[in-house]
Nanobody
Framework: VQLQASGGGLVQAGGSLRLSCAASGRTWRSYTMGWFRQAPGNERDFVAAITWTGDSTYYADSVKGRFTISRDNAKNTVYLQMNSLNPEDTAVYYC?????????????????????WGQGTLVTVSS
C-alpha cells in the first residue's frame, strides 16, 4: 500500500482545509485509514480514523466536532475535512493504513497499529 497526502497549506484561524490521501495497492480498500499529526518538537498524535467500510469513525477529543474523516473507495482516496482551524492545529499531517483484520476499534488511536504511512503534508494556521 502506497499513500500520498496532499492539501496542506496556510490558512487563517477559523478557516478550513481539506486534506486528501491517495492510496494505491490492490488491498488498500480493506484497510482502516487514519490521520495523525506532528507539531515541531512533539510526538506524532492521532487525529481521526475510519474503518474500511466507512461505517465507523473515531476522533481525537481535540478535533471532535471540527474535523471529519471520510473515504471514497471508488477513488482510492481518504479525506480529512478540517473546519474552525486554530493555531494549535498547525502540524505536519500524515495519513496511514492499518490492517482491518488485525486492529481493534479501541486501538485505532495507536500509531503502532498502522503499517503504512504517507509522506505528510504541512498545515499552518495563522492567528
Amino acid at each position: 500500500v502506497q499513500l500520498q497526502a496532499s492539501g496542506g497549506g496556510l490558512v487563517q484561524a477559523g478557516g478550513s482545509l481539506r486534506l486528501s490521501c491517495a492510496a494505491s495497492g490492490r488491498t488498500w480498500r480493506s484497510y482502516t485509514m487514519g490521520w495523525f499529526r506532528q507539531a515541531p518538537g512533539n510526538e506524532r498524535d492521532f487525529v481521526a480514523a475510519i474503518t474500511w467500510t466507512g461505517d465507523s469513525t473515531y476522533y481525537a477529543d481535540s478535533v471532535k466536532g471540527r474535523f471529519t474523516i471520510s473515504r471514497d473507495n471508488a477513488k482510492n482516496t481518504v479525506y480529512l475535512q478540517m473546519n474552525s482551524l486554530n493555531p494549535e492545529d498547525t502540524a505536519v499531517y500524515y495519513c496511514a493504513a492499518a490492517n482491518s483484520m488485525r486492529v481493534s476499534y479501541s486501538d485505532l488511536g495507536l500509531k503502532e497499529e498502522y503499517d503504512y504511512w504517507g509522506q505528510g503534508t504541512l498545515v499552518t494556521v495563522s492567528s
